[in-house]
């Protein structure tokens, strides 16, 4: 078994989003190619990526070479400084603050300070899952919470569980979910009476509302511990950067503890470069981040809720959680389908309390926006294309796929598109037919410009007198396959001649127009 201890030797790896090296050589495409969606970063990117601001990662670069030649100040002053103005808050000071190499060094920093073998912390659910990972390393005993039970509890209650942290991540992730700085408030004399140190997570509260932050407190009260991460708001993830906030009395025992270097001279100067943009966090990119996170999300909202069976939740900072439970297909299978066309979207069935129902979106620009709804609906009509074949096969060997009196007059799988359609077709089964005389199109990727077909605006096979003579050899037993060519051949070619291309658009058109009103 070696020297390692036991416990840590049965740990599983943590799970994130953010893999674009992997599924570029997994796909066999250049990483560019690659659209992220499942990394919650700052959709317009980075300061030094506009000249407004004179910013210059060159420069920067150039500087941090020439001081390369010695050892870090391990003391980080600029830091430190950059970092307590940034806040907004006047009681921070350069002293409250603790350097980080991203947040997750703050998140072990903090476990292995504070917790020993046996202690208990208290994690809500679902949330960050690096809390716990981090934390089992000391060999801790985990308290999992519901979330919505979190700020009910009683200042007894928390004293009852005995645990020596409570992890509270605001806004929360994965589900966006944004408390009120008042409750946190009120959380914060519950954890301070019962000796539990409540950490609160404000990873991306620079892209949410920073009113609702408490490192003040943290500031002022050794039972609150508030963390920060500059990768989110200012779309660096490669360069690990965060910083927590404490006490002067916490803050300068967890400087001692913390790993002595842990920022390069290029870590340190970008960050000063950033926490001293003027406004700290009201500066005006990040002011101008936030009012397009919140339009942005409202469109992507809006969207990915007009697809039948995706439900999104709240808008609170850059990314949606989307319950796709009702689907017959579940996460995990969303994903690589979705990843296959090069658009990564987070799998939750990682965050504890999702299971195999739930997906993260990041919030980005409108144009990626777009291409992920369409990506989503030709996913949906390739899922769709695979089940069908099978179900009808099924359907038909079952003789379950009866129209008339029997026929369904809803779906199941997929959205009516108006009403009193019939349904024994709850997929096309000439998909994809590459016809636009059905009403149907290609859609182009906005990325890779690949055309795939997309059968949305198609009504002809959910009009019952179509229906009932493509049953008619459909029921024959025969190859399905080449029954389908001739219904094909037989059924629809005769529809679509019948009639010129605009006549057949002009009537899905006027279907789709008296399904909207």
């Known amino acids: 078994m070696g020297p390692i201890r036991k416990h840590i030797q049965s740990f599983d790896i943590s799970f994130h989003g953010g893999k674009v090296l992997e599924y570029a050589e997994k796909l066999g495409i250049p990483e560019e190619e690659i659209l992220d969606f499942s990394a919650n970063l700052n959709p317009l990117g980075s300061p030094f990526d506009y000249h407004e601001y004179n910013l210059s990662i060159e420069e ?24 307590a103005k940034f806040t907004g808050f006047e009681n921070v000071k350069p002293e409250n603050i603790i350097p980080g190499n991203g947040s997750t060094e703050i998140i072990r920093l903090i476990a292995h300070c504070v917790l020993e073998k046996g202690d208990k912390i208290i994690v809500p659910y679902p949330t960050f899952g690096e809390y716990e990972a981090q934390c089992r390393i000391q060999d801790v005993e985990i308290i999992d919470v519901a979330l919505d039970e979190v700020m009910s509890f009683s200042k007894e209650e928390i004293k009852e569980k005995e645990a020596k942290i409570l992890f509270l991540c605001n806004p929360n992730n994965p589900d966006g979910r944004l408390w009120k700085r008042e409750e946190i408030l009120k959380l914060a004399k519950k954890c301070e009476n019962a000796k539990t140190l409540l950490f609160v997570d404000e990873a991306f509260i620079e892209l949410s509302d920073v009113k ?22 200012f779309g660096l993830p490669g360069i690990r950067l965060g910083f927590g906030i404490a006490t002067k009395h916490i803050a300068d025992i967890l400087n001692v503890a913390r790993l002595t270097w842990n920022l390069s001279p290029y870590q340190e100067m970008t960050a000063v470069a950033l926490l001293s943009m003027e406004g700290g966090v009201n500066s005006d990119f990040l002011k101008k981040s936030r009012e397009y996170i919140f339009e942005e999300g409202k469109f992507l909202r809006e969207k990915i809720s007009e697809i039948w069976g995706f439900i999104p939740g709240e808008v609170n900072t850059n990314y949606i959680l989307v319950d796709i439970s009702q689907r017959k297909f579940g996460s995990s299978e969303l994903v690589e389908r979705m990843a296959n066309h090069g658009v ?12 195999d129902g739930y997906v993260r979106v990041a919030v980005r620009t409108r144009e990626e926006n777009i291409e992920l709804i369409n990506t989503f609906k030709i996913v949906i009509q390739e899922w769709a294309r695979d089940f069908a074949k099978n179900e009808l096969k099924e359907n038909l060997k079952n003789k379950k796929g009866k129209t008339g009196e029997n026929g369904r007059k809803t779906c199941e799988y997929y ?25 149907g199109c290609f859609v182009e990727k906005t990325r890779t410009k690949e055309l795939v077909w997309s059968c949305i605006d198609c ?22 396959d080449k029954m389908i060519e001739c219904a094909w051949n037989k059924v629809m070619i ?4 019948q009639k010129d291309e605009k006549q057949i658009l002009a009537i899905c058109k006027e279907i789709k127009k008296q399904n909207e009103n």
Request: hydrophobic share 35%; with cysteine; proline share 6%.
């Open 60 to 83: 920067i670069a150039k500087k941090a070479h020439e001081k390369s030649i010695n050892y870090p100040d391990n003391r980080y002053l600029d830091f430190k400084s950059a970092a």
């Open 212 to 233: 609702q932050s408490v490192a003040d407190i943290a500031a002022e009260n050794d039972y609150v511990f508030v963390m920060r991460s500059l990768t989110k708001a």
């Open 344 to 355: 990564l979207v987070r799998d939750c069935i990682s965050f504890k309390g999702l299971k």
């Open 415 to 439: 959205p009516c598109h108006f009403e009193g359609q019939d349904c024994t077709f709850c997929y096309c089964p000439f998909y994809p037919c590459n016809d636009t005389r059905t009403g």
């Open 459 to 480: 009504y002809i096979v959910h009009l019952r007198e179509p229906v009932d003579q493509i049953m008619e050899y459909l029921m024959k037993d025969e190859d399905t």
């Open 494 to 497: 005769p529809i679509l001649e």
